[in-house]
């Protein structure tokens, strides 16, 4: 069940329509979004997963424009971040204000508080490509995309368990120890609805980032949650493509790990992130 003035957001396919159902409400100006946590959004400690939260949050430009605020332009990510501020549990209603912060000629800033039952679990900010002159998301669909061949991971990449829930719902990983990389090969599933890897996609392989400088030994202790997360979208990548996360472990103290990394395919960047985790006592 869905709270009272809330319909599915229309997603055509990809990464967002395999992550959702997504709804969304609008009251005059206001625009909310939601979903529902479900298994498939978890993360090995049994709560929403970090890359889930930030795949969600991605789509809140996606909101205001199926919701009427917004004409439906195709609009790319620029910048996404989120700050974790309590785990969401299982059948948890998460829903979002979606504030539009301003508008240029290009790009549209925006902001949510995600909550649960009125309790804040994260913040995210997005900068969104938005020019008046982008295809319409009515226009013809894109071209068909090339035909997918799931290519093996370049030598010394080994698999990486991302753990049941969210993370097997993204795919099999892989990680090397040196330098320390996680990647993946970019999927029909990981797809948007141009035929370029979503950005709820990136999100999540930069929030593996702190997997392969533990297991390379670069960074110990106890369970880590993410506290921040920041991606910068910098190039496309596509279907076919195998995308790799060079982490670097910036500083370490008692509590946390800061953490940042380069996103990259066989072209060069395609995302920078940065990263804070907490190292949890429990």
């Given at each position: 069940m869905t709270p009272p003035g809330y319909v599915p957001l229309p997603i055509a396919a990809g990464f967002a329509a395999d992550f959702g159902p997504i709804y969304g409400r609008r009251d005059g100006e206001r625009v909310w979004f939601g979903f529902r946590v479900e298994d498939r959004h978890l993360n090995p400690r049994a709560v929403a997963h970090g890359g889930a939260l930030a795949t969600f949050a991605d789509m809140q430009l996606a909101a205001l424009m199926r919701m009427g605020r917004l004409v439906p332009k195709q609009s790319p990510t620029i910048s996404l971040s989120l700050d974790y501020l309590a785990p969401a549990q299982p059948g948890d209603w998460v829903e979002g204000e979606i504030a539009l912060i301003k508008r240029t000629g290009r790009l549209a800033f925006s902001e949510s508080v995600l909550t649960v039952e009125g309790a804040p679990v994260a913040r995210s900010r997005a900068i969104f490509a938005h020019a008046e002159k982008a295809p319409s998301l009515d226009a013809a669909p894109p071209p068909a995309p090339p035909a997918f061949t799931d290519a093996p991971p370049p030598d010394g990449f080994q698999p990486l368990d991302g753990g049941a829930g969210f993370g097997a719902f993204f795919g099999p990983m892989h990680w090397r120890a040196d330098p320390a990389r996680v990647g993946f090969r970019v999927a029909p599933?990981?797809?948007?609805?141009?035929?370029?890897?979503?950005?709820?996609?990136?999100?999540?392989?930069?929030?593996?980032?702190?997997?392969?400088?533990?297991?390379?030994?670069?960074?110990?202790?106890?369970?880590?949650?993410?506290?921040?997360?920041?991606?910068?979208?910098?190039n496309a990548a596509r279907l076919g493509d195998w995308v790799e996360a060079e982490a670097t472990l910036v500083r370490a103290t008692g509590r946390y790990l800061f953490t940042q990394a380069v996103l990259s395919n066989a072209s060069g960047p395609v995302a920078r992130s940065t990263a804070i985790y907490a190292l949890s006592r429990g």
């Open positions: 599933r990981h797809i948007n609805l141009f035929g370029l890897c979503h950005g709820g996609a990136l999100a999540t392989l930069a929030d593996y980032q702190l997997g392969p400088l533990r297991r390379s030994g670069q960074a110990s202790g106890p369970f880590a949650p993410t506290l921040s997360l920041s991606v910068d979208y910098l």
